[in-house]
């Protein structure tokens, strides 16, 4: 069965940088793009960007531009993602997700979640 | 780019249908048949509901459904359970390989 493990909490003083892992399995990971989502805590769900292993694309939002990159490692089909000169808003829990193959453009299978908290 | 547009509550009793819309512009949900739809508990990863606008995954309840009506697309409950309880989310595609969400919308049942 398809299954997205993540990483674990993460404590970052602002400034600093955290780098994210999610492990897939179950599927083909080349065949499908990862995107990564976050939640502040009591707020809404905030789309981040994706990355794509079969064609090596990444999009960002450009929220996040300049700051955020994503990137899979193919040999262990592990997706992750970097954030840097972290924030204390940057405060939240990072989600990774499957992207729907087939030129679809849904997400269909979800990591559990890491919370990440930036304080000094 | 701006988040789609959602109620922040809808309640309804068990038993009962409830909608949810999510508004948002011909560069989202009006240009694209890629909206979708994730039902979230607390603590929890968000769960698929409805994509490509009225599309049930497998092992989705046929109690779910969506449609969509030029830039608003809904999410329409029917036979209300306590289970549905929770958060519900829209997304769209927005070409160029991006996304958007909307707020979110908290389902209670009465």
């Known amino acids: 069965q398809v299954q997205l493990i993540q990483s674990g909490v993460e404590v970052r003083k602002p400034g600093a940088s955290v780098k994210v892992s999610c492990k897939a399995s179950?599927?083909?990971?080349?065949?499908?793009?990862v995107t990564w989502v976050r939640q502040a805590p009591g707020q809404g769900l905030e789309w981040l960007g994706w990355?794509?292993?079969?064609?090596?694309?990444?999009k960002y939002a450009e929220t996040l531009q300049g700051r955020v990159t994503m990137t899979t490692d193919t040999s262990t089909n592990t997706a992750y993602m970097e954030l840097r000169s972290l924030k204390s808003d940057d405060t939240a829990v990072y989600f990774c997700?499957?992207?729907?193959?087939?030129?679809?453009?849904?997400?269909?299978?979800w990591g559990q979640g890491t919370l990440v908290t930036v304080a000094s | 780019q701006s988040a789609l547009t959602q109620p922040a509550s809808v309640s309804g009793s068990p038993g009962q249908s409830i909608t949810i819309s999510c508004i948002g512009t011909?560069?989202?949900?009006?240009?694209?048949?890629?909206v979708s739809w994730y039902q979230q508990h607390p603590g929890k990863a968000p769960k698929l509901m409805i994509y490509?606008?009225?599309n049930r995954p497998s092992g989705i309840s046929n109690r779910f459904s969506g449609s969509k009506s030029g830039t608003t697309a809904s999410l329409t409950i029917s036979g209300l359970q306590t289970d549905d309880e929770g958060d519900y989310y829209c997304t769209s595609y927005t070409g160029y390989s991006f996304w958007v969400f909307g707020g979110g919308t908290k389902v209670t049942v009465l």
């Open positions: 011909n560069n989202d949900v009006g240009g694209y048949n890629y």
């Open positions: 990355f794509t292993a079969y064609s090596g694309n990444t």
């Open positions: 997700a499957r992207v729907a193959g087939n030129g679809d453009y849904y997400f269909d299978y």
């Open positions: 490509g606008v009225s």
């Open positions: 179950g599927y083909t990971f080349t065949n499908y793009g």
